[in-house]
């Protein structure tokens, strides 16, 4: 099959011919249609976050179930599902607690296979790693069933991809990790599918005022389209006071779907007193932020969201329903189509901001 690999850091992704293993026991063989690319992706293609390599990256997946192994009820072949990264054991204090996406993971390979053992890609004799229990650019994927989730077969493949990652993050970091109320006043730091995603689940929870902050007046016009009440362009010296001033002395709520020193920075500093500041965007690893020490006093409060605090399986499904019933939108998040051969330029793309997200599609 086809796949791109990344063999060296900062270097474009090769398109090469590798081959994949048979499904064993709890594993499902799945033929890829749609995978987003996603700023975690370039992370790791920038060094920013450590891999082994080569490794085959994408995680923002939707597929058809091809072949499953021989204890997996849940699917069958011919089934539509979403991949996620958060894959859950569902037998650890964190699953069991409620809360699978800070799943402890390990017993799950424990079960079926060791860590020497996970499922392989190969080129010849030589071991290709898999990216986060998915590695989605690839036209076939061989993953654990409990990373899957079974979903609505007429949705398409583009939309129900951006749901695997994107959406799921930024919806449930507004709607399940930091649980706005009806009437909060928020901002989004990053208007990309990410942001996108957080200003529409701003809107669906009733906030009362959506300030997005980006530095590309597209994206600011965007996310009016998805639901922001008012922009700040992130290109302004002056992005905390303006923010300030709109919101009568900081926000409830603050986003930063980016994950850069300064914008973690700022997400803290707009928020009011009470406020809180989610953490969605990859903070490269290594890197410290600094804070106003003086505004814990004013019970400033600021988190990390993991995948959007997700409960995949009953989460996804229910995003989707939101698509179709058109109270989220996701058609609008998908700037461009591209083939597996063309994913550097989508790559490319992204470091430009200017897009929301580019989705290889898969024939
Ligand atoms: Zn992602
Ligand atoms: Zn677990």
């Not at 749609?34 to 080569?54: F, N, Q």
């Not at 990264?85 to 079960?111: K, T």
């Not at 989610?278 to 932020?289: A, D, F, M, N, R």
């Amino acid at each position: 099959m086809k796949a791109a690999v990344l063999r060296e850091i900062n270097q474009p992704l090769s398109i090469e011919n590798v081959s994949i293993d048979s499904p064993k026991p709890s594993e499902v063989l799945v033929q890829t249609k749609a995978s987003g690319v996603c700023r975690s992706d370039l992370h790791y293609i920038e060094g920013s976050y450590s891999h082994d390599l080569p490794v085959i990256l994408g995680h923002e997946v939707a597929g058809v179930v091809i072949e499953v192994g021989n204890n997996v009820s849940y699917l069958s072949p011919g089934d539509t599902v979403v991949g996620c990264i958060s894959i859950f054991c569902g037998r650890c204090e964190r699953c069991l607690g409620g809360r699978p996406a800070l799943c402890l993971r390990d017993p799950i390979w424990g079960l079926l296979r060791t860590a020497e053992d996970r499922p392989k890609l190969y080129k010849g004799n030589e071991t290709i790693n898999q990216f986060l229990r998915l590695s989605s650019f690839a036209e076939m994927m061989l993953v654990h069933e409990n990373a899957l989730v079974k979903v609505d077969p007429e949705v398409p493949f583009e939309q129900l991809a951006l749901v695997g990652c994107g959406v799921t993050t930024g919806l449930g970091a507004v709607l399940k990790t930091a649980q706005i109320e009806a009437g909060s006043t928020v901002a989004v730091i990053g208007c990309g599918g990410v942001g996108l995603s957080a200003i529409q689940g701003a809107r669906i929870a009733g906030a009362l005022r959506i300030i997005a902050i980006d530095t590309v007046g597209s994206k600011l016009e965007m996310a009016i389209a998805h639901g922001a009440t008012d922009t700040v362009s992130a290109l302004s010296n002056n992005v905390v006071e303006e923010v300030i001033e709109m919101s009568n002395g900081g926000v409830d709520y603050s986003f930063d779907a980016l994950g850069i020193k300064v914008t973690a920075e700022q997400s803290y500093d707009i928020i009011r007193p009470g406020g809180t500041a989610t953490i969605v965007g990859l903070i490269p690893e290594g890197v410290k932020i600094e804070l106003d020490g003086a505004g814990f006093i004013d019970e400033k409060r600021i988190q990390g969201s993991c995948m959007g605090s997700n409960q995949f399986r009953t989460d996804m499904p229910r995003y989707i329903e939101l698509y179709k019933q058109g109270r989220l939108k996701i058609d609008s998040l998908v700037s461009q189509r591209l083939k597996i051969d063309e994913i550097n330029k989508a790559l490319e793309d992204m470091k430009t901001g200017e897009i929301a997200r580019s989705v290889i599609v898969f024939d």
